[in-house]
């Protein structure tokens, strides 16, 4: 059997349990000593389900949240924009920053391809 067919007939045992269901469900197998050997592990989790109670969350607990959570969200919104602006930034210092190089390169290119062409100043040697 493998892990997918164990993870599967147990994911099955769990949903069973949490409808109130007991007791080990039959499950389609290769060979049933594959079920056999997973019974005490479905066992198990039925202990432990029958174990587990019910809990409630304290209500000033639940009240207190309900007034911060908006905070939070509100603080983490503003957080993320405060992330969003600073990339912005950044992508636009260095998009200028390479614009900058690629005009100074162009520039340098430009000079080196037209330094012949250019006509020298005639000096008129009167002073």
Known sequence: MDDRSIADILAAQADRLNEGQRG???FPAERPEDI????PLLVLAERVQG???PVEPNPAFVHRLSRQLPALMLEGSREMNRRARRA?????AALGSAVSLVSAAGVIIYLIRHRGRRPQA???GEM
């Open 88 to 92: 912005i930034l950044l992508v636009a």
């Open 51 to 53: 174990a587990l109670e």
């Open 122 to 124: 005639q000096c008129s």
């Open 36 to 39: 056999e050997s997973l019974l």
């Open 24 to 26: 080990a469900a039959s």
